[in-house]
């Protein structure tokens, strides 16, 4: 299973960037697809999810209403848009794949992906 994530960027405060997780080895149909994310020293915040078997999302208090995950079951990609940027958005951001949202969200990912960057400037 590979995770490979893009997209990532430097982008000034109130833009937007699609990031996109492309997955191998698996069909995104069959799982739960999860972003996170992650700045030098501290936890993995996650920030998104959505359930390839019913399409239910999820978002972290502090994304809702900014960001929107959705899938392309055709690419095997999902793609995580992110709006209305702000500086606290900068972080490294992942994927990663489990096999439902619910576990994905305590981080508990059965693969991770390598990460891209994400720098909002003010």
């Known amino acids: 299973v590979q995770l490979v994530e893009s997209g990532g960027g430097l982008v000034q405060a109130g833009g937007s960037l699609r990031l996109a997780c492309a997955a191998s080895?698996?069909?995104?149909?069959?799982?739960?697809i999860g972003w996170f994310r992650q700045v030098p020293g501290t936890a993995h915040e996650g920030i998104s999810c959505i359930s390839g078997r019913n399409g239910s999302t999820y978002y972290a208090d502090s994304v809702k209403g900014r960001f929107t995950i959705s899938s392309d079951s055709g690419k095997n990609t999902v793609y995580l848009q992110m709006s209305s940027l702000k500086p606290e958005d900068t972080s490294v951001y992942y994927c990663?794949?489990?096999?439902?949202?619910?576990?994905?969200?305590?981080?508990?990912?059965?693969?991770w992906g390598q990460g891209t960057q994400v720098t909002v400037s003010s």
């Open positions: 990663a794949v489990r096999s439902s949202c619910l576990l994905l969200m305590y981080g508990l990912g059965d693969y």
């Open positions: 080895g698996i069909t995104i149909d069959d799982y739960a």
